[in-house]
């Protein structure tokens, strides 16, 4: 018989968070056919994927942070810096991660996250559909889901 007695602790623990994650991995292993046909292969792992534009000094114009999974790409951050905008950069950089990750990782498709003060716009010019919105998320902002079939 299972306790129903638990005692509820809030504190970050990273151990604790890496056997969860293990163990959500197994189980949804288990549930679902298509996850685990992924496990063992190359397509299985978060492998990162970053893009960067550097100025003729070598500073940092621009870049792109992600990773890919399960044949799809990530981006989890484009920026660019004031100056550079306008020029194309963001474009380049974007088009840089989903030519890589469709050449170089079998990538078919790509997700992204971005707040309706940020690039939402930007991002449908690229091919993006937004897939989902979250009003009030933070609060007074809205932020938007996008995904690109890529190749």
């Given amino acids: 018989m299972v306790s129903r007695m638990f005692r509820i602790e809030t504190e970050v623990d990273k151990e604790r968070s890496q056997l969860l994650r293990s163990r959500l991995r197994e189980a949804n ?3 679902s056919p298509v996850l685990r046909a992924l496990r063992g292969t190359p397509g299985a792992r ?3 994927l970053q893009v960067w534009a550097l100025d003729a000094a070598g500073g940092l114009a621009g870049g792109l942070v992600g990773h890919t999974w399960a044949t799809w790409l990530h981006v989890t951050y484009l ?8 020029a194309g950069l963001g474009s380049r950089l974007l088009a840089e991660a989903e030519r890589t990750a469709s050449a170089e990782r079998d990538c078919r498709g790509s997700r992204l996250e971005t707040w309706d003060f ?18 009030g998320y933070p609060p007074g902002i809205t932020e938007y889901t996008l995904t690109k079939r890529l190749g």
């Fill in 29 to 31: 292993s288990s549930a």
């Fill in 46 to 48: 978060e492998v990162p």
């Fill in 118 to 135: 940020q690039a939402p716009d930007f991002y449908t010019k690229q091919g993006y559909e937004v897939v989902g919105v979250i009003p």
């Fill in 79 to 86: 920026w660019v810096d004031e100056r550079c905008r306008g």
